[in-house]
C-alpha cells in the first residue's frame, strides 16, 4: 500500500513564491517592529531625565525610522518630514536586500550629537541588541 | 552587579588620564562640567552619554578634547591649527585600543562614530569629538 503526493513544477513554484513572500513580510515586520521601539527610547529621552534641552521639540520630532527593500521604503515612522529627508539620503547604502535605517533629520542633530549628548545612541545601542539577538534566533 | 553612570563616568576618567592623549594635551582630563570655564587650555572633557540597563550593559561615552585656534585676525577671523587638530585626532582615534587594555573589566570597547573637529562659537575654541562604545556584562 503506498500513497504519492505529486507537486507539479508550477505548484512547487508558487508554494516558494509564497513561502518568499511570508518570509520577505516577517523580516520587514521584524524590523519595523526593532525601528519602533528604538525610536521610542529616542524620542523619550529628553523626558526621561534631560539629556539634552528638548526646547522646540524640532529634534525630538525629527528623530524616526525607515525599513528599506531593495531600496525602497516599506515601512516608516517619522513625525517630522526632516526625519524622512534624511532616511531617503541612506536609500543609496540600502539598495539589495533589507535595511533598518534611524536617523535624526534635524539640522542641528550632528552639532548636539558631537558636544556628547545623546540624540539617537541609545536607539542605535537597541536596535543594534534586537537585531543581533533576532537573527541568533533564525540562524 | 550593573554599573551606574558615575562608575562608568569614573572608570573612563581614570582610564584617559592614562592615555597618550592625556599625556600630550597642555590642560587636564575632566569629567563633564567640571572644566573650568573660561579654560585656555587643550582640556579633555569625559562624559556619559547612553546607558541601558541590561544584562549586557552598552552606553557611549564621549571624548572632547578643546583646542585653541592658531591665531585671531583683527577682523575676528579664527584659524584653526590643522596640524595640532590632526595629532589630537590620531591620539583620540587610538583610545579605544589603550582603553581596552586600562579597562579589562569591560567586554568592548570601540569607536561608536569617526573622530571629527568642530568649532565651538561661544569660546572660540576648536574641539575634536568622538563617542566610545562600550559593553559590560554583569555579574
Same mark, same amino acid.
Given at each position: 500500500m503506498r500513497a504519492e503526493f505529486e507537486l507539479d513544477k508550477k505548484s512547487l513554484e508558487n508554494v516558494l513564491k509564497n513561502f518568499k513572500e511570508r518570509t520577505e513580510q516577517s523580516v520587514v515586520a521584524q524590523l519595523a517592529e526593532i525601528g519602533k521601539r528604538s525610536v521610542e527610547i529616542a524620542r523619550k529621552l529628553p523626558d526621561q +531625565? +534631560? *539629556?539634552?534641552?528638548?526646547? *522646540? +521639540?524640532k529634534l525630538h520630532n525629527s528623530i524616526g525610522y525607515a525599513v528599506f527593500k531593495d531600496g525602497n521604503v516599506v515601512a516608516e515612522d517619522f513625525i517630522d518630514p526632516s526625519g524622512r529627508e534624511a532616511a531617503m539620503k541612506k536609500r543609496d547604502g540600502s539598495k539589495g536586500g533589507f535595511a533598518l535605517v534611524i536617523v535624526a +533629520?534635524?539640522?542641528y542633530a550632528m552639532d548636539v550629537h558631537v558636544r556628547g549628548y545623546d540624540v539617537i545612541d541609545s536607539a542605535i545601542i537597541n536596535a543594534e541588541k534586537e537585531f543581533q539577538e533576532w537573527l541568533s534566533q533564525n540562524r | 552587579m550593573r554599573k551606574t553612570w558615575s562608575t562608568i563616568e569614573g572608570d573612563f576618567y581614570n582610564a584617559i588620564k592614562q592615555t597618550e592623549l592625556a599625556k600630550a594635551i597642555s590642560g587636564d582630563v575632566y569629567k563633564f562640567g567640571i572644566r573650568p570655564k573660561g579654560s585656555k587650555k587643550e582640556d579633555t572633557v569625559v562624559k556619559v552619554s547612553a546607558l541601558d540597563a541590561k544584562q549586557l550593559q552598552s552606553g557611549t561615552v564621549s571624548v572632547i578634547t578643546y583646542l585653541q585656534p592658531l591665531t585671531k585676525a583683527d577682523d575676528g577671523w579664527v584659524v584653526p591649527d590643522k596640524e595640532r587638530i590632526a595629532e589630537i585626532e590620531a591620539l583620540t582615534d587610538s583610545l579605544p585600543e589603550e582603553l581596552m587594555r586600562l579597562m579589562p573589566d569591560y567586554d568592548g570597547i570601540k569607536l561608536f562614530d569617526g573622530v571629527g573637529n568642530y568649532y565651538e562659537d561661544d569660546t572660540e575654541e576648536y574641539f575634536v569629538s568622538v563617542k566610545i562604545k562600550f559593553d559590560y556584562l554583569t555579574t
Open positions: +531625565g +534631560g *539629556t539634552y534641552h528638548n526646547r *522646540t +521639540g +533629520g534635524a539640522e | -
